[in-house]
């Protein structure tokens, strides 16, 4: 209250400058509008023009500014005035201007912008803001009648009573189309769109405007479709220039159905349903099959905030299995340069169970893992599979790795079917693999675009929604993020609820977490043991640990926890064990204090049971009833423990 009373009594004095040039046509105008003005303004009350009006759909009433200043008008003279503080105060016209009602003319703008010294910036009109003041509205005038009076002085370009605060600007409070889904058949089956952990919460996106995927355009990259389906044909969907749909339409089909199924009374329901799908083939026309290609022909239709999706995997001479397709250099250029025009790109992580973080190229190089100095960053979101199920876990032929950002349902997806390229019916319980994770992903990505679209009419960069997307601190984990690799699986709610800030200003993570403290073995055998330590801690979100043993470039193992089996050890073996603390945008530690420990020996006893059968000859040894007997010359058939006396043919060794 008490800055609101300094505002009120502020008085601030009159520029005794001209406003206008050395034109006597002006001055006997502004002599015009000062007696005018000093007519009507003796008898007038003040008025201010109407709030906001708020759209029908608005769920709640709008709030009240916690301030309100006292009213003043906006001022823009026309560029042939010349400001007031560019002439002499001593001129004729200023007192003329000093005479105008008694107004007070202080200008809009405290800081004006710096001219660029370019021959552009200094053709352009760059001194605009020059042109703006502000008027308080006198006490006893009434503002619109004011405003009127100098919008006809032939001095003013515009005028307008200035904006009082309001609440700040809020996620739209309703869908002015929204998602209808009861009507859709099977979309009871389709758990990947309910609330978390269940699924993406794709449901509660639906209620805001954009989150159905309205204003973004997507398109599905790979090998076959059925555009045709019923539940597909309303979008129309087009196969850009130079592919052919030829194989696999089943599964194309599928993928379309997750994410633009038709908002219709039948089927499934897309979790992006509004959006505008498109579709580009890795078989081009001529007979190749080129996937950096279609890449760059699915980019030509889109824009910055619209997204394309690889549905594809590449097997790699180094790997074990199907691994994602920017192991390529073609590929992994054409995302790049994709993603740096602002269109996020969603890639399926592959089938082929591979480690990314152990993945070398062909040259040796360790691309796919971030804490690598080789890794190379193509922009992608990259998606593992994981369990419907709940408490989640990496299905097993999900490739992983801490280069996996983000997981969806790999099993047990409802979608659509096509037998073949010309179907128009068909759905699907069992959709499956990263297949079925990357358009739940995908899904997720369009309708935060779209809300940030209508929002703040800009969207997220693609850096900035993988960051959205793969957080630790607020989507939903597996049940042991660190040691399944395949990140976490977006919470939409979440995301819009508490972390859907203006687009440039997502922060980015760089702060590591502390080490982790007081390594302890609680059991030490011949060939495993375990190791314990105390909870770390990060500025946003823990991850989880990484091992190392005896100095290994890679970990060994990795976990959520704070505790640690170690299998496949060596017996009476010295090993020297670190440990690293991971954060959820992959910042690591510095290492722990290292513990050493010392593996039991292996048993004496172990693997040398006295069999009767066996024909032992001097110095062998063998054990019986927990002993360890050592053969004083040949025998057999002789059991230790009757024939161990002095007389006897086994001395006794030792307790096992």
């Not at 709640?60 to 916690?66: G, L």
């Not at 599905?220 to 045709?228: I, R, S």
């Not at 394309?308 to 250029?333: H, K």
């Not at 006295?610 to 009833?625: F, L, P, R």
């Amino acid at each position: 209250m008490s800055h609101q009373k300094t505002i009120l009594s502020k008085k601030n004095s009159l520029r005794k400058k001209t406003l206008f040039p050395r034109k006597t046509g002006y001055l006997a105008a502004t002599l015009a509008l000062s007696l005018s003005l000093l007519t009507f303004q003796q008898s007038m009350a003040i008025t201010q023009e109407p709030g906001p009006v708020y759209p029908a759909k608005q769920t709640r009433a709008p709030q009240a500014a916690a301030v309100q200043y006292p009213a003043e008008i906006v001022v823009k003279f026309k560029p042939q005035v010349t400001p007031p503080q560019a002439t002499s105060a001593n001129s004729t016209a200023s007192k003329a201007v000093n005479a105008i009602a008694g107004l007070e003319f202080n200008p809009l703008f405290k800081t004006l912008p710096k001219p660029v010294p370019s021959a552009a910036a200094k053709a352009a009109d760059n001194r605009v803001f020059d042109r703006y003041y502000t008027v308080p509205v006198p006490a006893g005038a009434k503002a619109d009648e004011l405003i009127l009076q100098l919008k006809n002085s032939g001095l003013v370009d515009e005028a307008y009573l200035k904006p009082q605060p309001v609440e700040a600007p809020a996620l739209p409070a309703a869908n002015t189309t929204p998602v209808v889904s009861g009507d859709d058949t099977y979309f009871s089956q389709q758990g990947y769109a309910q609330p978390a952990p269940q699924g993406t919460n794709a449901v509660y996106a639906w209620e805001f405007e954009g989150g159905d995927g309205k204003g973004v355009k997507w398109v599905d990259v790979e090998q076959g479709w059925a555009f045709g389906h019923e539940d597909l044909a309303a979008h129309n969907v087009q196969l850009l220039p130079g592919g052919l749909s030829a194989w696999y339409h089943s599964h194309g089909t599928a993928v379309l159905g997750e994410i633009s199924a038709v908002d219709n009374a039948l089927g499934n329901l897309g979790l992006a349903s509004k959006a505008k799908p498109y579709a580009a083939s890795q078989h081009r026309v001529g007979g190749t099959y080129n996937t950096a290609e279609a890449i760059l022909e699915a980019a030509s239709v889109l824009a910055a905030g619209d997204v394309i999706l690889l549905e594809a995997q590449a097997g790699y001479p180094t790997a074990s299995g199907y691994v994602p397709v920017e192991v390529y250099p073609a590929e992994f250029d054409a995302i790049q340069y994709v993603t740096s025009l602002g269109i996020t790109v969603v890639e399926a992580a592959g089938n082929g169970s591979v480690d990314l973080d152990s993945f070398q190229t062909t040259d040796g190089k360790y691309t796919l893992n971030p804490n690598s100095p080789d890794f190379k960053d193509s922009g992608a979101i990259i998606v593992g599979a994981a369990s419907y199920s709940v408490p989640r876990y990496r299905l097993g032929f999900s490739t992983y790795g801490n280069r996996i950002d983000t997981h969806g349902w790999g099993e047990n997806v409802a979608t659509l079917d096509a037998a073949d390229g010309n179907s128009t019916t068909g759905y699907m319980s069992y959709f499956s693999g990263t297949s079925s994770a990357s358009p739940i992903v995908t899904g997720a990505a369009i309708s935060i675009q779209g809300i940030a679209k209508a929002k703040f009419g800009t969207p997220y960069s693609p850096a900035e929604l993988r960051r959205l997307l793969k957080s630790a601190q607020y989507n939903t984990p597996t049940s042991d993020a660190a040691y399944h690799k395949i990140g976490h699986m977006p919470n939409l709610r979440e995301i819009i609820n508490h972390h859907l800030v203006t687009p440039g200003t997502v922060p980015v993570d760089t702060t590591a977490p502390s080490a982790p403290t007081g390594l302890a073995a609680t059991q030490i055998q011949t060939v495993y043991a375990t190791i314990t330590w105390n909870q770390a801690t990060d500025n946003t979100s823990l991850f989880g640990y990484d091992v190392f043993v005896n100095g290994s470039a890679q970990p060994v193992a990795s976990t959520s926890n704070t505790t640690v089996s170690l299998w496949g050890l060596n017996p009476a073996t010295q090993y020297t064990i670190t440990i690293k603390t991971r954060d959820g945008a992959h910042n690591l530690s510095a290492a722990s204090a290292p513990l050493v420990i010392t593996t039991l020996p292996e048993s004496q006893c172990a693997g040398n049971a006295w069999n009767a059968a066996t024909a032992y000859t001097t110095g062998q040894k063998a054990s019986y009833g927990g002993t360890l007997y050592e053969a004083k010359w040949w025998t057999q058939n002789q059991r230790p423990d009757l024939n161990s006396g002095q007389w006897g043919v086994w001395k006794v060794v030792g307790p096992c």
